[in-house]
Each structure stands twice: as C-alpha cells, then as structure tokens.
C-alpha cells in the first residue's frame, strides 16, 4: 500500500544548540507510510542557507517545510499529497494555528493576524479560510509548506539573500512558469505566535521589510497591496501640514477599524478584540516603516563561513 504514496522529506530549520525541535517531535504522529518519511533537521544561523542545504541533501520527492515550534496535525501529509495528484501543482501550504491552550495575549497577536485590516489577503495564512482553491504566495507560509524537491531545485532553492520572504520570491517564479499553488485551510499547523508585546512588534517590522526586499529582488503587479501601508505611514508623517480636510481618511480609516473590531469578537470576544483593535492601527503602521526600510538596506549574499556553518540530522520517525 505504501508504493502508492510519494517520498516526503519533512525538513526543519533549527538553531545550532536548540535542544528541543518540537516539530520533529510531532512528526512521527503524522499518519503516513514510515517508510516514506523522513526528518532532517538544518541547524545553522541563516534559515534561507540551511534549508537549501536541506534541500540538496532530502531523499525525499516532496519537502514538507515546517518551523522548528510547528505542531502538524496527524492527517496533514495524507490531506495535502492528494492535490500533487495535478502536476501542475507543485506548492500545497495551509495555515498556522495558535493553540487553543496559549495565553491570552498571544490569542490577541493570533487575532491580529488573522484580521483582513492587519495583513488582507495574508491572514489565510493564520486561520482556516474559505475552501481548497489555488492561490498566489500572499496566502501562504513557509512554517507550513509542502513543495515538490525538483521544482525547487530547478529554480535554484531559496534566495539567500532574502530573509524573510524568501519562499515568496520562490512561488513568484514558479507561478511565473505556469505552475499552480494551493491552498488548504484543512491542511494546518499548531504553533504559537511571539511570546511578547515588544517580540510582535518587531515582527511587524521585520516582515514589512522582508516584502520590500522581495519587491526589490523580483517585482510583480500583486506586490502593489503592499504599497498601502507604506503609503498610510507617508501619510500620518505629512497629515499635520495638510487642512483640515485631509482628515477625512483618518475619519473612515478610524471607522473601518472599528468595524474590524466588531467583526473580530465572535473569535474572539469583545475584550481580546478590544485589545486587538489597536494592535492592528500598530501593524499597519510598523508594517510600513518596515517596507521603507527595507527599499533602502542592502542586500548582501551570505558569507561563505555562514554557508558551511550548516549540519544537517536525520531524525529516526
């Protein structure tokens, strides 16, 4: 029965003295063919150089890409590698999940995240939306990614002087060779969000400025939603030299918030969405001042000591 499923290599970047990978941990409870699977672990300090290392090394003809805290779910391969049945499909990703059980706090993060005012069309990567569909790189997640080892490796694996956004850089190229992406909603992860209000925050940041450095790397018409954040920061800066009128997209600016915040209480309550309300005006600000960042830093390929500095472990399942 087990000739029938495909090779899958569950690779997992972690830190070179990490001593627990708790995605490792969980894989083995996935419900698949043992002898079909695979876990190698890349430790290393770049996760863009240790997964193309992975890449290289894999037995496997699918990679199943997780984060080192990424908790899979026990039909999660046997969900997703129906849909390589096409093969034209060569990218399946799902979102992840905050856990149930995490504090409160990180509710609020998973809350934001999740909130089409904070992240649009991005916030299927962080709640089950919709049906299977096929999709472009916004809806999907390298904690949570399943993609075909020749495709990758045809392309050249993951720019590595792209940290984040390295995968979406990659599904552009793909989609631009007429492949298709798709997403999953059913196809998740449990993983939870920054531990801290200062940590979140420079997520924020972070992540606005790896989507500049991707525009700059390899632009495309979908990144003008990008744009809008960016633009809103440019905005506020200007906002106190302008009249009065220019207020008037403040004013619908602070009612479509407050409608997102009406809209997020059946998930998650009025007080976690009251507290949530102003975290997203801090996304869409701190977002921004990332992405201008980041169309200005410069961009450096990674040192040849930083590439060799991987090691790479294959884990028994």
Request: charged share 20%; glycine share 8%; hydrophobic share 45%.
């Amino acid at each position: 029965m087990s000739e029938t499923w495909p090779r899958v290599t569950v690779l997992i970047a972690a830190r070179p003295d990490q001593a627990e990978v708790k995605a490792a941990q969980a894989v083995p409870a996935l419900d698949y063919p043992k002898d079909k699977l695979e876990i190698l672990i890349a430790r290393g300090r770049q996760p863009s150089v240790q997964r193309n290392a992975g890449l290289q090394a894999a037995r496997g003809d699918l990679i199943y890409f997780l984060d080192d805290d990424s908790v899979v779910q026990s039909g999660n391969l046997r969900q997703a590698v129906q849909h390589f049945a096409d093969p034209a499909t060569h990218i399946v990703g799902g979102p992840n999940l905050c856990p149930p059980d995490a504090p409160p706090l990180e509710q609020v993060f998973a809350l934001v995240l999740a909130s089409w005012m904070a992240f649009g069309p991005s916030r299927a990567r962080y709640a089950p939306i919709g049906q299977v569909r096929q999709t472009s790189e916004k809806e999907l997640i390298l904690c949570n990614l399943l993609a075909r080892r020749s495709t990758l490796l045809e392309l050249g694996g993951f720019n590595e002087a792209l940290y984040p956004n390295e995968e979406n850089a990659l599904m552009d190229a793909i989609q631009q060779r007429g492949g298709k992406l798709i997403h999953d909603p059913a196809f998740c992860v449990f993983r939870r969000p920054r531990r801290t209000l200062g940590a979140f925050l420079k997520m924020l940041i972070t992540y606005g400025r790896g989507r500049a450095e991707q525009f700059r790397v390899s632009p495309t018409v979908g990144s003008a939603l990008n744009f809008i954040p960016p633009l809103f920061c440019l905005y506020l800066a200007v906002l106190p030299f302008l009249g009065a009128t220019a207020l008037i997209p403040l004013t619908v600016y602070g009612l479509a918030l407050a409608v997102q915040g009406v809209a997020l209480v059946p998930a998650g309550g009025v007080w976690r969405s009251a507290a949530a309300a102003p975290l997203v005006f801090m996304a869409n600000v701190l977002y921004g001042v990332g992405f201008w960042r980041g169309l200005v830093t410069r961009l450096r390929p990674v040192s040849q000591e930083t590439a060799r500095d991987v090691r790479l472990e294959r884990v028994p399942v």
